[in-house]
């Protein structure tokens, strides 16, 4: 009885490997956008559990190799964005190929708080402009975000209304960020949160954090909540 325990997981890995190598091998010529094998066709091609498949896709997935995107499927992902590449998250989901949506929930001047404040080098008390947008691609909730921005340098920023583009609009004004400070972490969903993102409170989400300077002078920090399963991040790294 011992011995069969022993012998049936390494089936399993090795049936999960044979999937993942196949797959890998299928989609090495395809074009980014194209379709994945269905987890039915692997299933019968392999006579293996969908829980393996899965397992196989799932590794795949976080190699950057393959993408899901909810209610169409799993393709071929886009190719790494080149090192040190900024990016707004409009740009970044055009790149993915989806159509970037921002719905404003609240858009106004305010008082900077303590973290605010540190974050944009400027006094607690002091003028911020605070934007916060629902985020969607191809029509699905995203994420949430909240970006503060130092007034002094935006003077009637939101006097037309909110922009389409931040970073475009920051761009239009000689603003445009030409680096970042980024964090991410994983966390839970507060009740606020899953309300706005359609998920249940508690659920898994990735928060990320961003400190925007453009030639030395920081004109944006945000917080940006995002639905652990709508979105992947992808790092490219070099050692030069």
Known sequence: MDQVDLVVPRQRALKHVQVREHVRSLIEAQPPGSAAPSERELVARFGVARMTVRQALDALVAEGLLERIPGRGTFVAQPPKTAGRLSSFTEEIRRRGMLPESQTLLARVEQ????????????????????????????????????????????????????????????ARGLRPTEVE????????????????????????????????????????????YRHDRFTVYLQLNDR
Request: aromatic letters at 4%.
């Open 112 to 171: 900077a708080g303590p973290g605010v404040a540190r974050a944009l080098d400027i006094s607690p008390g002091d003028p911020v402009l605070h934007w916060r947008r629902l985020r969607r691609a191809d029509q699905a909730i995203v994420c949430v975000e909240d970006a503060y921005l130092n007034e002094v340098l935006l003077p009637g920023f939101l006097q037309h209304g909110t922009p389409t583009s931040l970073y475009e609009a920051l761009g």
């Open 182 to 225: 980024d964090s991410i972490s994983a966390d839970r969903a507060s009740a606020d949160e899953a309300a706005m993102l359609d998920i249940t409170e508690g659920d898994p989400v990735l928060r990320h954090a961003r400190r925007a300077v453009s030639d030395g002078r920081i004109v944006e920090v945000s917080r940006t909540c």
